[in-house]
């Protein structure tokens, strides 16, 4: 079993997760400092983003299952469908009101980042998978509820 926590992300795993922050947070800042007349799009703009991340990390986990699997077990059934859930949370997400889909998209998130520590614990994703989620996933939530709190 893979020792959680332990190793260190490769560097350009870093650098496009942090760039991929960028959209979470500076819409987030949109839909709070900005002018009034841009916020409704920007929540949009930020709900829009967080379902196609949260689809993004789904098949990170279809990609670490179908590399790692000669055999259809019930193991691999299983993370195959947890792999699709998250597009599927996404896109009902984006069905209600924005505000709303920022809420459960931030759950998600959450969700998401239990099952990436979860997955490292059982050998399923590197080691450090979870050391690159965490902060990334803190962020978008963090960026999520701020902007639709105000």
């Not at 959680?4 to 496009?16: E, F, H, N, S």
């Not at 991929?20 to 007349?37: K, R």
């Not at 949009?44 to 993004?56: Q, T």
Request: charged fraction near 5%.
């Amino acid at each position: 079993m893979a020792q959680m926590w332990q190793g260190q992300p490769p560097k350009p795993a870093v650098l496009l997760g942090a760039f991929g922050l960028f959209p979470f947070l500076a819409l987030g800042a949109i839909s709070v400092f900005g002018p009034v007349h841009a916020i409704a799009n920007a929540l949009g703009a930020l709900a829009a983003y967080g379902a196609i991340i949260l689809s993004f990390l789904g098949g990170a986990h279809w990609g670490f299952c179908i590399a790692g699997s000669k055999s259809c077990s019930p193991e691999t059934t299983f993370r195959l469908m947890a792999s699709v859930a998250p597009s599927i949370v996404a896109w009902l997400a984006l069905l209600g009101p924005t505000e709303i889909s920022l809420y459960v998209l931030s759950c998600a998130f959450v969700a998401m980042l239990i099952f990436d520590i979860w997955s490292a614990k059982h050998g399923w994703v590197p080691a450090w998978y979870p050391v690159l989620r965490w902060p990334l996933s803190i962020g978008a939530v963090i960026s999520s509820l701020v902007a639709v709190a105000v």
